[in-house]
């Protein structure tokens, strides 16, 4: 596989909402918390070369001398030094990407990253080292200079220029932690060791620290860049071991006060880097069983590229806090940072099983404590109020601000695109992520716990789909009295109406089928007969009304009665939620939905074709009549066609993951890490994305 | 007194190094804290014009319908709504500067901002009310619409953008304080008012908070302009009162851990709020008070204008932090935030001796408990060591990070310019702001508990004269070994060689000259007579080197035995301090010293000429061979010219004054806030700077 190394990547711990961010050009990555983008910082990495006196370096730096002008106003000093030290050139840098580890070399020098992917236990359970393994909020850092064929000593280096606005620059050896040699930002970020053999500075720009005349300069606080510098001797090859760290102490979140839980372990950053290091080999050995993950032989490396990539970007995005009297698990929404987005849990679910779920758990619970509503509904041109009943917000808040209760960041009122209410999507996704979570951990006491909120949730889908039940088709029909004469809209917010509106849409259908499915199965495990039956009439209705229009030409229309003619993938998006509830059955195709299947079967292989759902690179595109096309569900849709419906997996379907990987290595795009929402090839939004873990469902094709 | 009105100033609480900067146009003020710059915010003032439906705003923001494409991309929406507001026209506008309150009225609406300005107790020793009016970190606003001529009810609107990079927006009344109405941005910053005829919004852009067609759309999350929206009925006049509130919680300086000294009395910013409202008549009186502090006859409206700039200025940059045992006062160096940098503490002496005593203690202990240093000296080109003794470091640190104990932020070896040391002139200003303030306090407690540290500084400056006493001459002759062979500057460390040389330097030999006075003083009133009697020996060696290198024409060459023929201002500036340390005969044209005043004297009046150190505008010009002048300074030796020197003060000298205004109040510069470094009339360094209060001088002309 080829493509151009220089994209930017999460290395981040588990539930720190924190990222070294790495490996798109210039100033573009670096050490960010709390943050929707990169950090923008310069990262030094490089090594002196074998003349002496200068050095090579990876192109993770811009220019910084403006900022000594800034300071000796008047003089003349310019910074001529900077020179000193170039970049190494593309080809001599070779990049190994991975899950836990993230590896450069280029000269001489190595430099890996260690981040975390391992299970996060329920911290209200764990014992204190594991959850301490689990979300020390640090990633790793080994530096290896191999000096064996050159007979003087060389140095090396690593650093950072810090860009949070309210704190200098500062050496972690002057703190209280004598042992600990490092530079850092104020008390939020850090990069620290304990070999005593390295020595940390500070100057304007590296190559001051680089060129200290005397080393009381290193420790220059006016300095902007930090530096660790290594040296090497004569044919001497070492490792040096750093802990890239973060803290925020204090209350971090409005609307509900709440800490970062690694606040009850951990005093500051330097006990955070005191951690690290002191268990540097259990912990990056942890990273490194963590590649272990992607090697599978039945995955290709474009598949494993986009499956690092994307679980590396949701770690960066996750936050776990001190609530009052319990945890609570939010991921943010990318570059958007809303908060548990209720749309991306739902497809965050399949990771988060594997991984946590008691965070699947945590989200539902905090979702039925606060963040709920009831409404009435109203058919299209209708002011009359209907019964509508429960739903859920689209989120929790956004960056670091909870929500009021009952209210998302997003939702508005009064219009019919994007930022309306998705009332019947969250709903359904409720439901969804409910019923999944209770079947696949067996959970039933989580149900009895919340029958109460899963009936009122039925009776809800039940209503927005007609009141009078004779009338029902299993679709929705009415929309929330909270869009004040709007329209509901679905999560493909950004995308035209074939897949943004949420009434009458065959993508919701599904999903919403899928929800009577799991709602059948479990009202009957629970001994509810009458409900159970009453889901299993609307399953069937609304697979009959979907499959009720296909069209001569072999495909189901986006929005099925009200003369639309797209064409989406998503339309099969849905039928991964039977495969979780133990619904295997109903995505038989010669079973009792077999009519039903056999049509999304059609619908799918008629649209899989160039110059419909299929760009001109071959990558997919979700809807005929739009040109933004979301990975995330793009994976989650590859996993229905080939491991639910069973289609084959051959040459033309890997160029769609050539094209993908092509996607998110664009040179200029890739600063956004891994994003989803990709127009026409381009990255375009919902940049440095969590979303893109739905390519775990790939590691089930074993 | 012509000006334009559109320059920034901050609008500060004390202590909380937080700033509510308005004045200049575009998005160039806003609410910042621990910053070295304006928040550069977008800031929303504004009402409705008496068409209705449109609105009139000052012209504090700029345009941020960007963000909204940012959400929507792939949709068209756009942002026309933006042009319902326009600007008023400039002429319109109306600004009333004073110290305590800033007034803009605007076609019908007056928008007034209260800041503190009054004595700040020792918090240790305060009432526990007391101490929270004092150090409440919030400001004041009032917002009056005057629609008594107009027969329909109109809006009026306050609010403002957050460019915090950590938090979302949010809606204040969505907290647990029921009673409150506002918005703010994550728990750092809010406006917020108790009037519950205000409505509080959020949107993308303020006029989609003003044309809210839903209610509920007021609580947009993603809303990331915030803006409070007033309504007056048909022919009334209603005032609206608001506090704009700050809060950092948690420890916010590393080195030595502290946090905000009012996180003891206020939990969070909601609480801020609370108590800022529940007395907000108090407190904005208060405020109104705090003018008085400049309404003396004698003062012209230049001197008042800015005296009340940068009294504001100091403010924004006073820290008042919880260290572990006691508090700590800093007050940070303006856009480079240095950490009670001691050359600043020397100038802004009389202000704090004035407003808050306590403070130079407090600064001055720190010094002694973790500022100091040992060192030897050596004459230039020399490396022999010979013995030195106590200094004190540059700063404390920068920027929320202590530096380490016995070191600056600043310093730095091995060269002669910009960041080298400052140890002697260190040394002079520990001594002179210790015998001032045990003389202006009569505080001789401290001065016999710390007599250990006064008499080795003593020594240390004897040594740093000459190691042979015979030889002394009262002037600095050697340099630190720190210095590593470079040599020490002063303070003026961005002029030439004039003010920028510490050896030799007359500047820093007068000062010298005024510390052997004060101690003296001080050693004879601690009847220690071989002290004194060597102070004064020193004084006179001093004052006769000084005046024995008067030159024909009239002046003494800024650099003396050198062969440098510079002329400078500062070289009357150590004449403050006698004035101060009870020394007041000193300074006698016809007292001991009076040939030395008189040869100053005669140096003052030949270099305040046109092309010697005047500028073509008539202001004052520190050294002639430098274009760079420092504003704190002039105020400083103006005092000293007219009170102590005796000087009239007559057409020629208002009109330096006149350009001193006309270089704060720059178009573009004036975006600085207060400025001290001006380069030939244009602020270019030293930017948005406490050290201005040294015009507090002025008042005792009186």
């Known amino acids: ?20 961010t790495l490996g798109h050009k210039c100033a573009s990555g670096g050490l960010g918390m709390d943050l929707g983008k990169p950090a923008d910082e310069n990262v030094y990495i490089g090594m002196e070369t074998k003349e002496g006196g200068s050095y090579q370096a990876l192109p993770f730096f811009g220019d910084s001398s403006e900022d000594l002008a800034r300071f000796a106003v008047g003089n003349d000093q310019t910074d001529a030094d900077q020179e000193l030290i170039t970049y190494f050139r593309d080809e001599e ?25 391992r299970e996060l236990p329920d911290p209200v359970k ?81 190559d001051k620290v680089l060129h200290a005349e005397h080393e009381f300069n290193l420790g220059f606080g006016l300095g902007l860049s930090g530096g660790l510098v290594m040296e090497v001797g004569p044919e001497e090859k070492r490792t040096f071991q750093f802990a890239v760290c973060f803290y925020r102490d204090g209350l971090v979140t409005s609307g ?7 606040t009850r372990y951990f005093q500051s950053i330097e006990e955070v880097a ?76 399949f990771y988060e099983l594997k991984m946590s779920p008691w965070t699947v758990k945590n989200e539902l619970e905090l979702f039925m404590e606060r963040y709920f509503y009831h409404d009435s509904v109203q058919f299209p041109n209708s002011e009359e109020n209907h019964s509508g009943g429960i739903s859920f917000t689209h989120d929790m808040g956004v960056a670091n601000v909870f929500s009021a209760p009952g209210r998302s960041a997003y939702e508005f009122a009064g219009i019919d695109d994007c930022f309306s209410f998705m009332t019947h999507e969250e709903l359904v996704n409720w439901l969804s992520c409910t019923t999944v979570y209770i079947s696949h951990q067996e959970d039933y006491s989580f149900a009895e716990t919340h029958l109460g909120v899963i009936q009122a949730s039925f009776a809800s889908m039940l209503n927005r789909d007609h009141p009078q039940p004779d009338k029902r088709n299993g679709l929705m029909g009415l929309d929330s009295s909270f869009t004040k004469g709007g329209a509901e809209i679905t999560t493909y917010d950004s995308l035209d109406v ?29 001994e509810l007969p ?8 609307q399953a069937m209705r609304c697979a009959k009304t979907i499959a009720g229009e296909m069209t001569p030409e072999g495909y189901i229309p986006a929005v099925i009665t009200e003369g639309n003619q797209s064409k989406i993938i998503p339309a099969i998006e849905g039928l991964i939620f039977p495969y979780f509830t133990d619904g295997k059955e109903a995505l038989a195709e010669d079973g009792e939905y077999g009519f039903f299947i056999q049509s ?96 775990i469902l790939w590691l089930m094709e074993e």
Not at 100 to 116: L, R
Not at 503 to 517: D, G, H, P
């Open 1 to 20: 596989m080829k493509y151009d190394p220089f994209f930017n990547a999460h290395h981040s711990p588990m539930g720190a909402f924190a990222s070294f």
């Open 93 to 117: 840098i070779e990049r190994d990407f991975n899950v836990g580890t993230d590896t450069w070399k280029a000269g001489d020098m190595e430099f890996t990253i260690y981040s975390p992917v």
């Open 126 to 206: 764990a014992e204190e080292e594991t959850i301490k393994d689990s979300i020390l909020p640090a990633v790793f850092v080994e530096v290896t200079l191999d000096n064996l064929r050159h007979k003087k000593s060389r140095k090396a280096f690593f650093g950072y220029q810090g860009e949070d606005p309210y704190a200098a620059m500062r050496r972690v050896d002057d703190s209280a932690h004598p042992s600990l040699v490092g530079i850092g930002q104020g008390r939020r970020t850090a990069i620290v060791t304990k070999d005593g053999n390295v020595k940390s500075g500070l100057g304007f720009t590296i």
């Open 256 to 262: 509900i006060d709440t800490k970062y839980y690694y």
């Open 274 to 349: 005191d951690y690290a290091l002191s268990h540097f080999s259990r912990l990056t050995s942890a990273c490194r069983k963590g590649n272990e993950l992607l090697e599978k032989d039945h995955l290709s490396d474009e598949q494993r590229f986009m499956m690092a990539h994307s679980i590396k970007s949701y770690y960066g995005n996750t936050q776990l806090l001190d609530g009052e009297d319990k945890p609570i698990w939010v991921v943010n929404e990318g570059e958007y940072r809303m908060m548990n987005t209720f749309d991306l849990t739902v497809d965050q679910l």
């Open 498 to 526: 074939s897949l943004g509106q949420a009434r009458n849409n065959i993508y919701l259908a599904v999903k919403s089928w899928s929800v009577y499915i799991a709602l059948e199965k479990l009202f009957s495990n629970l």
């Open 530 to 537: 009458n409900l159970s039956n009453q889901a299993k009439e």
């Open 600 to 695: 999304l079967k059609k619908h799918i292989t008629y649209v899989l074709q160039p110059g419909i759902c299929l760009f001109e690179d071959g990558g997919w595109k979700l809807s005929s009549t739009s040109d933004n096309s979301w990975l995330s569900k793009i994976y989650l849709c590859q996993f229905i066609y080939r491991h639910i419906l069973g289609f084959p997996w051959e040459e033309k379907e890997r160029i769609a993951d050539q094209a993908h990987v092509k996607w998110l290595t664009h040179k200029e795009h890739s600063y956004w890490s891994w994003s989803d929402q990709i127009i026409a090839g381009e990255i375009k939004a919902s940049r440095f994305y969590p979303r893109g873990v739905t390519s």
